[in-house]
């Protein structure tokens, strides 16, 4: 099946730093997403891009889809210690048959150190 | 509004048993997803619903994997029997204009 290469694997950086975080596909998705998952909880949508060369903000997070529609990126800027936790890439194809699963990247797991 | 319901949270076999999982969606979503997410990976998918129809199953292990929505609501996802390599976190997810994840089952499967 489809694979998404996510890096870098782990992180560790200084409160206050920012982050930046990639995903590369061998395949074209319609809809790139970024996820965060806490311990114990399942993943929670952060941002949701729909068109090549999208640059799509949420408070401190800022997320494009790459104009190959072949990948993306997330910037965190000024961390702060509760953005620790694990950040997953998904990609959602084009969905015309129904079938719309996402394929995730194996997540960049981000620590803080104060 | 409610999230995404799942039982048990967690899950404790030895390896042959039988083992289910429940998901409760959110109100109103027809769409259902059931993901495996093994320790250290991001989340796979295994089966997709739209009701109580499947939509896409083409990566669930049919061998010894299954799953139902048979009212198009709640859904349960089966695994008879059991390996060492089912060890994971299972996921259902439920989309109206956008998807929520539950938090998961944890199955350990000894």
């Known amino acids: 099946g489809q694979q998404l290469n996510q890096s870098p694997q782990s992180m560790f950086i200084q409160e206050g730093e920012d982050v930046s975080m990639n995903c590369t596909s061998s395949?074209?998705?319609?809809?790139w997403l970024w996820y965060k998952q806490d311990p114990g909880e399942g993943p929670v949508l952060l941002i949701a891009l729909y068109k090549a060369g999208e640059l799509t903000s949420n408070g401190r997070l800022t997320a494009q889809f790459g104009i190959t529609r072949k990948d993306s990126f997330l910037n965190i800027s000024a961390s702060i210690p509760s953005d620790v936790g694990i950040y997953f890439c998904?990609?959602?194809?084009?969905?015309?048959?129904?079938?719309?699963?996402?394929?995730f990247g194996k997540g960049t797991h981000l620590i803080i150190q104060p | 509004e409610a999230g995404v319901a799942q039982s048990p949270r967690y899950k404790i076999i030895e390896k042959r048993q039988s083992v289910a999982f429940w998901c409760n969606p959110i109100s109103g979503h027809a769409t259902l997803y059931w993901y495996q997410q093994i320790l250290g990976q991001g989340p796979k998918l295994l089966i997709q619903f739209q009701n109580n129809g499947v939509v896409d199953d083409s990566q669930l292990p049919k061998d010894r994997f299954s799953a139902e929505r048979l009212k198009g609501v709640d859904s349960t996802l089966k695994i008879q029997p059991a390996k060492l390599e089912d060890s994971a976190v299972y996921l259902c997810?439920?989309?109206?204009?956008?998807?929520?994840f539950g938090p998961g089952t944890r199955l350990t499967v000894l």
């Open positions: 998904a990609g959602q194809p084009y969905s015309g048959g129904g079938a719309d699963g996402l394929t």
């Open positions: 395949s074209i998705f319609n809809t």
């Open positions: 997810a439920s989309r109206g204009p956008k998807a929520f």
